[in-house]
């Protein structure tokens, strides 16, 4: 298939809702007739193949899953090149999850690597918290810090985040930063 027309929606999930996300921003992706691999991180190979990528990650004390952080870190020189959009997943409750987050948007040790990428955007959206779910670990943390239990995502936002990825990449001349 054409390379101009491929993307990668490549994720970090712990307990899936993070998988969830990122499968509905490729069914939307899909529907505007875009070529779509979504992929765990830790399994996308190499990622020259594709037009633009979209990496998301589940959120946790404010860091991103490690198969995120190294595939954002080992594919930056590619990321340069490409139309990139980051997405985080995680505050549970209601109101916007940036403000639910104290204005926390992207994680800051990987801050430096998104600054030299240029991403085209970074989204926050709210995440799903399953305590039959979580480990008893999770579970303790989930109580210590009094997060609300159940599922926040909002798919209208999360639906109309990845149409605005469809309409900005069907702007693109075709193979545009495709090196």
Do not use: C
């Not at 970090?12 to 992929?39: F, H, M, N, P």
Request: glycine share 8%; charged share 25%.
């Amino acid at each position: 298939m054409d390379k101009s027309n491929k993307v990668l929606v490549a994720y970090a999930s712990k307990y899936g809702s993070t998988t969830e996300i990122a499968e509905r921003i490729g069914q939307v992706l899909a529907r505007a007739g875009l070529d779509v691999d979504v992929l765990p991180a830790k399994q996308t190979g190499d990622i020259e193949r594709y037009q633009a990528v979209v990496l998301g990650s589940g959120v946790y004390a404010g860091h991103w899953l490690k198969e995120a952080v190294a595939f954002l870190e080992a594919n930056e020189a590619v990321l340069a090149r490409r139309p990139v959009w980051l997405f985080s997943s995680g505050p549970t409750g209601e109101g916007d999850p940036v403000e639910i987050l104290d204005g926390w948007r992207f994680p800051h040790a990987q801050q430096a690597v998104a600054d030299r990428i240029r991403p085209q955007d970074i989204a926050v959206f709210h995440g799903k918290i399953d305590l039959s779910a979580l480990h008893l670990g999770d579970k303790l943390i989930i109580k210590a810090v009094k997060a609300r239990v159940g599922d926040y995502r909002d798919w209208s936002t999360i639906e109309a985040w990845a149409n605005k990825i469809a309409q900005q990449l069907a702007q693109l001349e075709p193979d545009v930063n495709v090196t």
